[in-house]
């Protein structure tokens, strides 16, 4: 897992390529891999809390899972949840073509946990996720400071001007009521 000390860094390393072959050998509950969107995930901690059950993951282990993940329509957040086990990319030559595309980021940069006897591990890519955070944050501030359209706009200016005008007629009734009361008195 992605613990706080460790640091995102825009530096790429060199990707990490695995062969069909290669990613064929861990496929056992101690030693779980698959393929999603060409990618290579180490899914062997996150097999036990998987919502979905862990046998079906034990059917994907080692290959390409990507219908099978495909197929349950799993949210952004399970896509999300890809992230830390991702170990590096199907050889370029052994790569799928898919005729549907991802409907969600793909992790792709490096985390540095400044430790090289243990495989570097990637998070979704340092520009999506500062670009993402960005577009939050932009997205929150015009919400914040959402300008009214010229309807409301308009609708403020008559009801001020309503209350203005109810306020003068009132004013002017209770003066009108004041001067007939001192006349008749
Ligand atoms: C390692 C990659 C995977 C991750 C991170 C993951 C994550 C999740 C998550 C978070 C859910 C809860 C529902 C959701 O948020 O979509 C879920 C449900 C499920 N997943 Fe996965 N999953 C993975 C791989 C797979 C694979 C390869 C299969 C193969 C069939 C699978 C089958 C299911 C099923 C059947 C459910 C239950 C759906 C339901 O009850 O509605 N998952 N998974």
Same mark, same amino acid.
């Given at each position: 897992m992605i613990t706080q000390t460790q640091t995102i860094t825009e530096?790429?390393?060199?990707p990490q390529f695995y062969t069909l072959d290669q990613v064929r050998n861990h496929n056992s509950p101690g030693d779980l891999w698959m393929i999603i969107y060409n990618r290579v995930y180490d899914i062997t901690d996150f097999a036990h809390s998987h919502p979905g059950g862990i046998e079906v993951l034990f059917d994907c282990g080692g290959v390409d899972a990507t219908e099978a993940f495909d197929d349950v329509a799993h949210s952004d957040d399970a896509f999300n949840m890809l992230a830390p086990y991702f170990v590096g990319d199907l050889i370029p030559h052994e790569q799928i073509k898919y005729k549907k595309q991802p409907s969600h980021t793909v992790p792709s940069i490096y985390i540095? =946990? =400044?430790?090289?006897?243990k495989p570097q591990k990637f998070v979704k890519s340092i520009s999506n996720s500062k670009k993402s955070k960005s577009n939050t944050t932009s997205k929150k501030s015009k919400k914040g400071k959402k300008s009214s359209t010229p309807v409301e706009k308009l609708t403020i200016a008559i009801l001020i001007l309503l209350v203005i005008f109810s306020l003068i007629l009132y004013v002017g009734v209770q003066k009108l009521k004041w001067t007939y009361h001192v006349h008749s008195s």
């Open positions: 530096k790429f390393r060199p540095e =946990n =400044n430790d090289d006897t």
